[in-house]
């Protein structure tokens, strides 16, 4: 089982930057592909951005030139650095572990962009 921790949410305004945690612990990290969720409200959960094990990335198209995923194996995290924020970035971002034994996700962590 792999326990997810988000962290570094919070309220800032457009143009601002973000950057958020997720910490895992209880199972090999560097392994894993992880990936950055978020859901508005109304809204479907959506794919934000992903890494594999050996650090390629993808991104959204919204988010492709602001977002950047990274992991630090060495301390079990990965980041999502959010620069250029946007009202549209409004949401709860939540991180995701891929595992063929299951998936696993965190508790979320609100990001409020005003304008």
């Known amino acids: 089982q792999v326990q997810l921790a988000e962290s570094g949410g919070g309220t800032v305004q457009a143009g601002d930057s973000l950057r958020l945690s997720c910490a895992a612990s209880?199972?090999?990290?560097?392994?894993?592909?992880f990936g950055w969720y978020r859901q508005a409200p109304g809204k479907q959960r959506e794919l934000v951005a992903s890494?594999?094990?050996?650090?390629?990335?993808g991104y959204a198209d919204s988010v492709k030139g602001r977002f950047t995923i990274s992991r630090d194996n060495a301390k079990n995290t990965v980041y999502l650095q959010m620069n250029s924020l946007k009202p549209e970035d409004t949401a709860v971002y939540y991180c995701?572990?891929?595992?063929?034994?299951?998936?696993?996700w965190g508790q979320g962590t609100q990001v409020t962009v005003s304008s």
């Open positions: 209880g199972s090999t990290f560097s392994g894993n592909v």
């Open positions: 995701k572990v891929f595992r063929s034994t299951g998936d696993s």
């Open positions: 890494i594999s094990s050996i650090g390629t990335t």
